[in-house]
């Protein structure tokens, strides 16, 4: 047995590198260079302390942009339809301040959020629909 021996998969070898990685965010994509033993079979990694640390701020950054992106466009979608962040948050749900810390980027809000105030903003023929009942 060699020393760098894949502890996942038994198979392959691992060896210390940098490699490029593809790290997701609530849907969105961005490319890292992350450190770590990497194996040339599986393609697992085996990140350290200190591997992390070589990204934890750029991951930080990256999520707080994802955030200040959502809570704008959920802001520019809401103004779209001109219905205040009261009206919103009825339409949606979620109690009266949800929409001001959404758009704020204080709380990633729900999925099912974005994706209605996404389809009404595309197609605001459709309020009447949800005022009426
Ligand atoms: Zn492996």
Not at 12 to 30: L, P, S
Not at 37 to 47: A, K, R
Not at 72 to 97: P, Y
């Amino acid at each position: 047995m060699s020393d760098n021996q894949c502890q996942i998969c038994f198979a392959g070898t691992t060896r210390r590198e940098v490699k490029e990685e593809i790290y997701t965010f609530k849907g969105h994509e961005t490319v890292i260079q992350q450190s770590g033993l990497w194996c040339d079979s599986c393609g697992e990694g085996i990140l350290n302390g200190n591997d992390l640390k070589t990204t934890a701020e750029e991951i930080a950054d990256f999520k707080q942009a994802v955030k200040l992106k959502t809570a704008k466009d959920l802001k520019e979608k809401r103004e779209k339809l001109h219905i205040t962040q009261k009206q919103a948050a009825e339409i949606c749900g979620g109690g009266v301040n949800a929409f001001h810390k959404y758009e704020k980027g204080e709380i990633f809000p729900p999925k099912a959020t974005i994706n209605l105030l996404t389809i009404l903003a595309n197609h605001p023929d459709l309020m009447k629909e949800i005022q009426s009942g």
